[in-house]
């Protein structure tokens, strides 16, 4: 059984930024794929970005591209989220999700292990 456990969450002015980590245990770290996922007020779970077990295929969406950066480093069993110009609209619950697959995805269903989340508010 995987866990997940995010942190790094906070409040931030826009244009600030912030790192999230997302420390895993209970898995062979390098076999898992990982997404960060968020949900605001309101809305459903969105995909934010998703990277392989070999670091080869990273994507992220379209509201993000450009501005956050996911990242992981095998040695320690933790995946991060650079998130820099955030944004009012960033503001949600965010999500470390991890699967067992050798590439990467964006849809929330093909994710079994999920952390708790994080909170992150952008407000001036």
């Known amino acids: 059984q995987v866990q997940l456990v995010e942190s790094g969450g906070g409040l931030v002015r826009p244009g600030d930024s912030l790192r999230l980590s997302c420390a895993a245990s209970g898995g062979t770290f390098t076999t898992l794929t990982f997404g960060w996922f968020r949900q605001g007020p309101g809305k459903e779970r969105e995909f934010v970005a998703t990277i392989d077990w070999q670091d080869r295929t990273i994507f992220y969406s379209d509201s993000v591209k450009g501005r956050f950066t996911i990242s992981r480093d095998n040695a320690n069993n933790t995946v991060y989220l650079q998130m820099n110009s955030l944004k009012p609209e960033d503001t949600a619950v965010y999500y470390c999700?991890?699967?067992?697959?050798?590439?990467?995805?964006?849809?929330?269903?093909?994710?079994?292990?999920w952390g708790q989340g994080t909170q992150v508010t952008v407000s001036s």
């Open positions: 999700a991890a699967r067992r697959a050798t590439f990467s995805c964006s849809l929330v269903p093909e994710y079994k292990y």
